[in-house]
């Protein structure tokens, strides 16, 4: 069963800046499309950010637009996500994720179902203090 282990999360003041790491360790989904996205205690899991099979094309939520910044390095593969200017509003559990299918999401696109993905890390908190 392929693995996504993220890491980097942690307590931060407002302003602050903190860069989310996803592990891929058996190298499942390096030619694949991944995303973040968090989740707020009792509310649904919302989209962050996504970056396509390529790595040529990404995709953020308007809330996070400007903000942050997806990436991926497909030599240690690892998925980030660098989050900038943090507000307390950011405060939340941030999950990888990722699909071992050929997804395609047209350009300026600023909403990915959770439905799209189907594989899932275990989350990081990420705490913003005012």
């Known amino acids: 069963q392929p693995q996504l282990v993220e890491s980097g999360g942690g307590l931060v003041q407002a302003g602050g800046s903190l860069r989310l790491s996803c592990a891929d360790s058996?190298?499942?989904?390096?030619?694949?499309?991944m995303a973040w996205f968090r989740q707020a205690p009792g509310k649904e899991r919302d989209f962050v950010a996504a970056?396509?099979?390529?790595?040529?094309?990404?995709f953020y939520a308007n809330s996070v637009q400007g903000q942050s910044t997806i990436s991926r390095n497909k030599y240690n593969n690892t998925l980030y996500l660098q989050m900038n200017s943090l507000k307390p509003e950011d405060t939340t559990v941030y999950f990888c994720?990722?699909?071992?299918?050929?997804?395609?999401?047209?350009?300026?696109?600023?909403?990915?179902?959770?439905?799209?993905?189907?594989?899932w890390g275990k989350g990081t908190l990420v705490t913003v203090s005012s």
């Open positions: 994720a990722a699909n071992l299918a050929v997804l395609v999401w047209e350009m300026g696109t600023t909403t990915i179902p959770v439905s799209d993905m189907n594989y």
């Open positions: 970056i396509d099979w390529s790595d040529r094309n990404t």
């Open positions: 058996e190298r499942t989904f390096s030619h694949y499309a």
